[in-house]
């Protein structure tokens, strides 16, 4: 069975500051997504990532992938109060048919 | 363009009451489709995918149902809604990544 970790699952920080959220997935998979949730809403994607190496940056985000290690990151670049939300990572399996299994969710506060 | 539309928004229904939630998909044909629940502060939990009409897989024993009677339609059913079924429902579709409905905030009570 699949499992998606992040880590961590709450974060609070202060707006400039830099952080990365994490995210371990325990099984082969050929991709891996980034989305943000605001409160009440539904998910928007920020990234898919497809190979080993992958890097891709929007604006203060950008996340990256290690299929070796099994591990994605989400890094923040000095953090504005615009980016909080909760982030999942998401990953793909082949189980009669392709299913995206998400992590728990990391709940990121950026105070002023 | 591909886009997805999912109603009601908005459900308060009572305990035992049926229950009737509507995904279409236009601009594709075809597509894979997936109805998840999220619990209140909680990660989504994979319910039930769709890869053609009248093809339903259910990944959790649960009082819920689904059905794809045409192409670009999902529908999740309760014959009797729990105090359990609460939370908030999103369709989504498989073309190019996954796109997500805008979801269905149900309240039972």
């Known amino acids: 069975e699949l499992k998606v970790e992040q880590n961590p699952l709450f974060l609070s920080m202060q707006e400039g500051k830099n952080y990365t959220i994490y995210c371990n997935y325990s099984?082969?998979?050929?991709?891996l997504y980034w989305y943000r949730q605001d409160p009440g809403k539904s998910l928007e994607s920020l990234f898919v990532?497809?190979?080993?190496?992958a890097v891709k940056q929007e604006g203060r985000l950008m996340a990256s992938l290690d299929t070796k290690a099994r591990l994605s990151t989400l890094h923040i670049t000095a953090a504005v109060h615009d980016l909080s939300a909760t982030y999942f990572c998401?990953?793909?399996?082949?189980?009669?048919?392709?299913?995206?299994?998400f992590g728990q969710g990391t709940r990121l506060t950026i105070n002023p | 363009s591909q886009t997805i539309h999912q109603w009601p928004a908005t459900l308060v229904q009572p305990v035992g009451s049926p229950l009737s939630l509507e995904c279409t998909v236009e601009?594709?044909?075809?597509?894979?489709l997936y109805w998840y629940r999220q619990a209140a502060g909680r990660g989504l939990q994979l319910l039930f995918y769709?890869?053609?009409?009248?093809?339903i897989s259910s990944e959790v024993p649960q009082n819920l149902s689904a059905s794809r009677p045409q192409d670009r339609q999902f529908i999740l059913s309760s014959k009797k809604l729990l105090l359990s079924d609460s939370g908030f429902y999103l369709c989504?579709?498989?073309?190019?990544?996954?796109?997500f409905g805008s979801g269905t905030r149900l309240t039972v009570v």
């Open positions: 989504a579709w498989e073309g190019n990544g996954y796109t």
């Open positions: 099984t082969t998979s050929d991709r």
């Open positions: 990532l497809l190979s080993n190496g």
């Open positions: 998401a990953v793909t399996i082949i189980q009669g048919a392709q299913k995206l299994v």
């Open positions: 601009g594709t044909s075809n597509p894979n």
């Open positions: 769709s890869v053609g009409i009248g093809q």
